[in-house]
Every structure is written in structure tokens, then in C-alpha cells.
């Protein structure tokens, strides 16, 4: 990318350790990434059909690769004044008393299902019963990753000494300390999401979750110090060792900074692996009941978000299912596949000639109950795959819209622009139809790096090169490029999403019920 940064002054390095891929870019005080190292993430294991896994110290050998690919682009090691992690959420490690892995990690796409652990005392299952959430409690005991490895895996869970996510993971090979950001504590885990630090002893998830106190990591606030890169990791990296290592936060949180969605009027949202749209709010908000707000990367802020998951995963599916041609093209060209595939919405009309998707692979909290699964309807005999990869897209738009309103609704504040981040955001008609079904101005950025740029803002202000986040952000997120809403299309998009795909998941809820019950 860069092919040489010498004097360039002191950077920040951003490790962003997505789903797909981990990234190390070099940010200047400007917020300009000098250098980018991206390597694929392709050696997820599947040891049963929905699991999903990963081993733990291949995580590590792809940050120490990608920063080594920063240093033979030309950037110094000794330009660097900070490091910072952003990664992927609930992806969980179980290391033993000396910090060494147990079991390969379970990564957040895992599917596997605990069963109950029947362990909540009396007067909490009345109450729950009495607020009508006993569902949502039993599904985080379900989720939970502890819960199944105290079922399957007992002896592993007996000899865990530290259960840390990914990122708490990361950040101890970095430092030597068992310390995580605050900001990345986003899975099945006793976490107060209003206080920003685990639960109180008396809390009722200490009873749903095979997790001890003990075994979590030391919280530090977005934007404190963790510790520092240690001998050992400066070996391993190219990193000097002593450089000072920054709490981060999670991916969409770092998102959400990297766009400048900071004030309750702006929306961020990620066309990534998981589609997400997300505010910023100084106040807790639940826009799904009972459902938290995330941690944001501003001290003591919260997301309000809700997720499509697999979202931008599906363009993934669509080129391995349907999409032999951009494969094969895009290795004679030398460019992504995912660009090949502009071709087929700029051949399409908007509204894919009646063709509709419902882009729920999984349940969506707020949008389906347990039985929740997708639906593609409306086929006739000139439909093509351009059709069908235009109503994927349009799917997820809709599916963003209706999380749209229901922060509207929740918050009593009208969303009034779009920020565009994530792989989808390159497309020019992915934009065109998100600002056609949200009608609303999008915003996009040349950098599309939001999650990177987001921690190396976080840093920025860390280092003190701004007296705080929301400075360092307005003067490092850049310019953006503006998408409007076509009239015609808004109107069509309009029609399509009140007659169609809104009142559809209802009326096939009870069959797909019937289906899960199967």
C-alpha cells in the first residue's frame, strides 16, 4: 500500500482482527493509514455441522504476521508511539493458570446450544416470570459457551484459570497482563452493560453463566493504558518493547467512532459480516427490550444497536453459490469478486421486479422469535441471479430499516443521516440502495478501515495529540462522499417494505415454527 513512511513522524498501530480477515494499518496524527497488512482468516474449524472454531495461538501468528507486513511496506517499528486492539465480538479462550490455550477458542459464529442450567434461585425465577422475560434469560443460559463446556467438556472448564475473549486474549500476549477493555465486553458473559464492569455478586447471571469470578480479566476504561508490549512480544512482532498498549474496544463500537456517529441523530452502519446499525447515547437505552446497549468507545456512551447476522456474509454465500463467473474474472482481473458483482444491480430495477428477502439466517432479536429463519418470495419465470443478488441487498436494507425504526421508536429520536462503513460500503449502488430504503443522506468514507481508524482515534486521544475522542474524531475521520435518496426509488422501496416484506416474517412465523419443531 505504502512503499515507504520514513519520517513520517509517530503513528498508531491499529490491529483490527475481524471474522474474515486481521488488519495492522498505521495511522498518522491526521488520521491518515499510511501502511495496511491484511491477511484472510480462511482456518476456521468445523468439528460438528454449526460449530465453529478456531486454535488459539493461530491468532497470534496472524498479528505477528500482519505486523511484519507493515514493517517490509517501509514503516519503522520505531515510529510506533501506541498499539490498540479491536477484534471480533464473543469469541471465547479458556487458558490455564500459566496461560496456555486448553481448547481451541469458540468462535462467535458457534452454534452449539447448551442445555438450562436450572440453577436461578426461587425468587429470580418468579420475577423474571412476572416481567415476561424468563425466554431471554433461558436463551443467554443456551448461548452461553461456559454452559456447554460445563455440560461436554467439564474437565476443561475445571482447569480454566482465565476465560477471556478474544481481545483480552490479544491483549495479554501483548502486555503479560490479564486485562481487557471495557469496551470489548460484548458476549455471554456476567457483564454489567449500564455500569461498564461485571456483574455484583447477588446479580442473577452469576447463577446462568458456569463462569467464576475469578477467571475474568481486570476491566480498564476505553482509552486508559492495558500495559505495555512486553519483551517477549516485541520478539515475536517487531514491536519495541515498552511501547504503551491502549484499551480498545469492540469492532462496531470502533465503527461507530471511525464514522463520527457520535451524536443520537447519526446512524452508523456496518456492511460487514454481521450487519449492524448503531447511535451513539450518553444514556442507557434497551431498543430491544431487555436486550443491552453495548459498550460504545467513548467513555461511559453506549450503542444502541441491532444486528442482521451473517449480514454482508450472505454476498459471500451468493459468490460461492451463484457466482462462478466474478470468481473466475476477478482472478484474470486482479480485483475483488464482491466489485464484479456492481454489474448485477446496475441490471436490475430497484425492487428486483417483486422479488423479496428476508435476510434472517438466525434469529434477530426483536424481528423473530427462536423459530426465526429466512425467506426469498415472489419468484416468476424472467427472474436471473442479478434479480435474486439485487433482493439480498435490498433484504439487508430492509432488515436495517426496520432497526431504524425501532431505535426511533425506543429513543424518541429521529436518525437523520447515514454513516457507510464495511466491505459493502465500496459498492456505489450498495450505497444508492441503502440511502433508497432508508431515505436518507449516506455518507461514505475513501477509507473504508472505520473499525481501525476508530481505535487509532481512541489511541490519538490516549497519547494526548487531542484533548479528547470527540476532537480526535473530527480530525481524523476525514471527508465523506454523499449518497441521496432517489425519489422514484424511495417511493418504490416504500411500497415494497409496508406491503411486503414488513407484514411477511408474521405470516410465516407459524410455519416456520412447525419447521423447527421437525
Excluded at 163 to 184: C, H, I, K, P
Excluded at 370 to 387: L, M, N, Q, W, Y
Excluded at 467 to 484: C, E, F, I, N, Y
Aim: charged residues 20%; aromatic residues 10%; contains cysteine.
Amino acid at each position: 500500500m505504502s512503499t515507504s513512511a520514513s519520517g513520517a513522524g509517530p503513528m498508531i498501530l491499529a490491529i483490527d482482527f475481524g471474522t474474515q480477515s486481521v488488519r495492522a494499518l498505521a495511522y498518522t496524527r491526521s488520521g491518515e493509514c499510511r501502511a495496511k497488512c491484511q491477511i484472510a482468516i480462511s482456518d476456521y474449524r468445523h468439528p460438528e455441522p454449526g460449530w465453529s472454531e478456531h486454535e488459539v495461538e493461530g491468532f497470534w501468528t496472524l498479528l505477528k504476521e500482519s505486523c511484519q507486513g507493515l514493517w517490509r511496506q517501509g514503516i519503522s517499528p520505531t515510529e510506533i508511539a501506541a498499539v490498540v486492539v479491536t477484534t471480533q465480538r464473543a469469541t471465547v479462550i479458556n487458558l490455564d493458570e500459566a496461560g496456555r490455550p486448553l481448547r481451541p477458542a469458540i468462535v462467535w459464529t458457534d452454534q452449539r446450544r447448551a442445555p438450562l442450567r436450572n440453577r436461578l434461585p426461587w425468587y429470580w425465577r418468579v420475577l423474571f416470570t412476572l416481567l415476561k422475560i424468563r425466554p431471554v434469560v433461558d436463551n443467554f443460559e443456551a448461548e452461553a459457551e461456559a454452559n456447554w463446556l460445563e455440560r461436554h467438556q467439564p474437565d476443561i472448564l475445571a482447569r480454566t484459570a482465565h476465560y477471556l475473549l478474544l481481545s483480552g486474549y490479544l491483549n495479554y500476549r501483548l502486555t503479560g497482563e490479564f486485562r481487557d477493555a471495557v469496551g470489548s465486553q460484548v458476549g455471554y458473559l456476567p457483564f454489567d452493560f449500564k455500569k461498564h464492569d461485571w456483574c455484583a455478586p447477588s446479580d442473577w447471571k452469576w447463577h446462568s453463566v458456569a463462569v467464576k469470578r475469578y477467571m475474568l480479566p481486570h476491566l480498564v476504561a476505553v482509552g486508559e493504558t492495558l500495559g505495555e508490549v512486553t519483551a517477549d512480544a516485541a520478539e515475536d512482532t517487531g514491536l519495541p518493547a515498552g511501547v504503551p498498549v491502549i484499551a480498545g474496544a469492540a469492532d462496531k463500537a470502533c465503527e461507530v467512532l471511525g464514522v463520527g456517529a457520535l451524536s443520537p441523530d447519526i446512524a452508523s452502519v456496518s456492511c460487514g459480516t454481521t450487519a449492524t446499525i448503531n447511535t451513539t447515547r450518553a444514556r442507557y437505552a434497551e431498543v430491544v427490550p431487555f436486550m443491552p446497549a453495548y459498550p460504545a468507545a467513548i467513555p461511559a456512551h453506549f450503542n444502541t444497536e441491532i444486528q442482521i447476522f451473517r449480514g454482508f456474509w450472505m454476498v459471500s454465500w451468493f459468490l460461492e453459490q451463484f457466482g462462478a463467473l466474478e470468481r473466475q474474472e476477478s482472478v484474470a482481473r486482479q480485483v475483488a469478486p464482491e466489485v464484479l458483482l456492481e454489474a448485477l444491480l446496475n441490471e436490475t430495477e430497484p425492487g428486483a421486479g417483486g422479488l423479496v428477502l428476508q435476510p434472517f439466517w438466525n434469529p434477530v432479536l426483536g424481528e423473530t422469535g427462536p423459530e426465526g429463519r429466512g425467506s426469498i418470495v415472489g419468484f416468476k419465470d424472467f427472474h436471473t441471479r442479478a434479480h435474486l443478488y439485487r433482493a439480498l441487498i435490498e433484504g439487508l436494507a430492509f432488515a436495517l430499516r426496520s432497526g431504524k425504526e425501532r431505535i426511533e421508536h425506543r429513543t424518541k429520536t429521529p436518525i437523520s443521516r447515514i454513516r457507510l462503513s464495511g466491505g459493502g460500503a465500496q459498492s456505489d449502488q450498495v450505497a444508492q440502495i441503502m440511502a433508497d430504503v432508508l431515505n436518507l443522506p449516506v455518507e461514505r468514507f475513501e477509507d473504508c478501515e472505520a473499525s481501525g481508524r476508530g481505535a487509532a482515534i481512541m489511541a490519538a486521544a490516549a497519547l494526548g495529540w487531542y484533548p479528547s475522542m470527540v476532537a480526535a474524531g473530527a480530525a481524523m475521520v476525514g471527508k465523506t462522499r454523499l449518497t441521496a435518496p432517489n425519489a422514484r426509488a424511495v417511493a418504490c422501496y416504500d411500497s415494497l417494505y409496508q406491503t411486503t416484506y414488513h407484514p411477511l416474517y408474521g405470516r410465516l412465523k407459524s410455519l416456520f415454527a412447525k419447521q423447527s419443531s421437525s
